[in-house]
């Protein structure tokens, strides 16, 4: 896991809702912080796949959705869209916390063929992920992870969910000034204000052009077997 400090371009920072706040998304100002890059540690990639990406690493901000808004088997997490064909492999995921919040909390990742708009069919799931400790807000820290292989030709979606049924454990960083406005999404359960199922994330948060979150594609497809959405639920209520 590498730790940077990334430049800041705003005048202050808003997050989500805090361990003991509402849940709809509410906003906490955190104050500012000096444009400074810090390399900290690094990890390897997780696999040999080529790095896609939509942000230039400069975050302005970092999002998350806290209890109920994070509801398994995967309400609450947020994705990007990526073109490519081969085999997505692995993902780069940004995450930020706040002091005593992140508790050895995990992860689960998709990956999902697009509908053109929002995530469609899931391709592959990668659950338990033990993400590592991420860095303290305005640090953020880079987590390599390597996924189950999912072919892909044309727009995928890359999909993070946080299992934060102790309590909220990260936030995912945003690129809100970044070179390409991508399809950042969020997947929104039932009776929390807002449209259940896939959300625009500039719905929620207002204007964001990409979430941190990358995807490794190799060029050279391997066989992988659907993954049904019967086979997910299983994951989570066999």
């Known amino acids: 896991m590498r730790t940077q400090r990334v430049p800041l371009l705003l005048t202050c920072v808003l997050l989500a809702s805090s361990h003991s706040g509402p849940a709809l998304a509410q906003h906490l100002e955190l104050g500012t912080s000096s444009p400074f890059l810090s390399p900290g ?8 796949g080529a790095l896609l990406t939509n942000t230039d690493e400069q975050f302005e901000n970092a999002y998350a959705w806290d209890d109920p808004g994070v509801e398994p088997p995967d309400f609450g997490g947020f994705a990007d869209a990526f ?3 081969g085999v997505v492999c692995g993902m780069r995921v940004y995450l930020t916390t706040l002091p005593l919040y992140f508790n ?6 998709y990956v999902y063929t697009s509908d053109g708009t929002n995530p469609d069919v899931v391709l592959s799931v990668t659950p338990g ?12 820290s880079v987590h390599e992870i390597e996924l189950a292989p999912a072919s ?3 727009e995928f979606f890359v999909y993070f969910w946080g299992d934060f049924e102790d309590g909220l454990g990260w936030y995912v960083a945003a ?9 950042p999404r969020t997947k929104v359960p039932w009776g929390i204000g807002y449209p259940t199922g ?3 994330v500039d719905d929620v948060w207002g204007d964001t052009d990409a979430m941190g979150l990358c995807a490794y594609v190799l060029d050279d497809p391997v066989p992988v077997v659907p993954t049904t959405w019967g086979a997910v639920k299983r994951l989570y209520f066999p």
Request: one cysteine or more.
């Open 41 to 48: 540690r690094d990890d390897a990639p997780p696999c040999d």
């Open 83 to 85: 073109v490519g064909s």
């Open 104 to 109: 050895d909390e995990i992860a689960d990742a």
């Open 129 to 140: 992920i033990e993400v590592g400790t991420p860095g303290i807000w305005p640090e953020i």
């Open 152 to 154: 892909v030709d044309g």
């Open 175 to 183: 690129d809100v000034r970044g070179p390409i406005e991508a399809k």
């Open 198 to 200: 896939w959300l625009d």
